[in-house]
């Protein structure tokens, strides 16, 4: 089975997993951009030098760029919900627990089942594999179930998915969280 067929695969796999969506995704469309990452370094969200899967922790733009161009192919995941209101903070935090949880589990399937491959989860949010993160005094601790979020790595989200086609908003009342994984063979010998 060539690489394409088994992406075919995973993406029937991980609806019956349990995302809202999957589709493939073209690692062509991937251009990652300073200001994303200038964003990060705003630490709006806290997580900036405070793990090995966020900036600067995860490379710089040119390294994650070049590690992103050395794969061959890729899946874009998404759990959409629909909210109450504006104000339904309660299905928001279900879904990122949802979709925090499915991505993780799912990464260590596609471990399980393609070792052959090699993998690149760039997920939602910053990497919750350990309770504490080994960041910036010892290496990362699991590397294999590492992932970075994907605005980590600096990507524009609603632009990758406009690119592969694919919906980013879904409609007024609803939110959607987005991950993503890489594959290429792994290199024999
Ligand atoms: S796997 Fe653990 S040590 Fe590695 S980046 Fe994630 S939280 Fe940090």
Same mark, same amino acid.
């Given at each position: 089975m060539d690489l394409q067929e088994k992406i075919k695969d995973i993406i029937g796999q991980a609806l019956e997993f349990?995302?809202?969506?999957?589709?493939?995704? /073209?690692?062509?469309? *991937?251009?990652?951009?300073?200001?994303?990452?200038?964003?990060?370094?705003?630490?709006?969200? +806290?997580?900036?030098? %405070?793990?090995? /899967?966020?900036?600067?922790?995860?490379?710089?733009?040119?390294?994650?760029?070049?590690?992103?161009? /050395?794969?061959?192919?890729? *899946? *874009?995941?998404? %759990?959409?919900?629909?909210?109450?209101?504006?104000?339904?903070?309660?299905?928001?935090?279900?879904?990122?627990?949802? +979709?925090?949880?499915?991505?993780?589990?799912?990464?260590?399937?596609?471990?399980?089942?393609?070792?052959?491959l090699e993998l690149l989860p760039l997920g939602t949010g910053v990497c919750m594999t350990c309770k504490k993160c080994t960041y910036p005094d010892a290496p990362c601790r699991f590397p294999e179930l590492m992932s970075s979020p994907m605005e980590g790595y600096g990507m524009v989200i609603s632009d990758v998915c406009r690119e592969n086609g694919i919906p980013y908003n879904h409609g007024r009342g609803t939110l959607t969280y987005v991950g993503c994984y890489l594959f290429k063979n792994k290199e024999k010998g």
């Open positions: 349990g995302f809202t969506l999957a589709a493939p995704l /073209s690692v062509s469309t *991937i251009r990652l951009r300073e200001e994303v990452r200038e964003m990060c370094a705003a630490n709006k969200c +806290h997580a900036y030098n %405070t793990n090995w /899967s966020c900036p600067p922790g995860c490379g710089t733009v040119e390294e994650c760029q070049k590690r992103v161009d /050395s794969f061959e192919g890729g *899946i *874009i995941v998404q %759990t959409t919900a629909r909210l109450e209101d504006d104000f339904d903070f309660e299905t928001m935090e279900e879904t990122a627990k949802k +979709h925090g949880k499915a991505y993780l589990e799912f990464t260590k399937r596609l471990r399980t089942e393609y070792p052959e």
